[in-house]
């Protein structure tokens, strides 16, 4: 049986384990992600990423000072694999992880920052669900473009699995 996936497949992705069984998995990713260069961003108490690719890129574009400096800072993520993310590159653990419920989440993410300033991690075309437009303290950096990639064709499949955020 062949499976296509909309996403990008990882080595340790429990998706894999489809292949064991003789099955063909194909993953493909609709969307392009592009880095963009920063040259410094603002000294926060907290640094918050929306995204794996959101740690990806900002660890990329580290000069290795700003690397130590990042270090000290308290940090969120969304979802646990940003939280595995955040640990493989920035060999650090989050303080506040996201789940599911967004909007729980969002509440419960300005209770523990209230008073506190956050640089928010993201991308061109952010939905920024956490950032309080209001709020003096609450600072963006886009550090990569996210673009949904025109004239993909599907490929012939027996399962179609589109993951949708």
Known sequence: MILF?????????????????GHTLIGQSGIGFTPLP????????WLFFYSQQGIRFFYEGLTDEAKTRVFSKKMGVMGKSSSAMLQQLLHK?????????LEKEAEKFKKITH????????????NK????PNNKKHFSLKVYDNVVLSGLQL???????????
């Open 155 to 165: 490929p012939e499949a027996h399962v179609y699995i589109l993951l949708v955020r």
């Open 38 to 45: 920063f040259n410094d961003f603002p000294d926060t108490d």
């Open 5 to 21: 996936i909309t996403r990008e497949l990882r080595p340790n992705s429990p998706l894999n384990t489809l292949t064991e069984g």
């Open 115 to 126: 008073h506190q300033s956050v640089l928010f991690i993201e991308a061109s075309h952010s």
């Open 93 to 101: 653990s989050p303080v506040y992880i996201a789940g599911k419920a």
């Open 129 to 132: 669900r956490f950032q309080d």
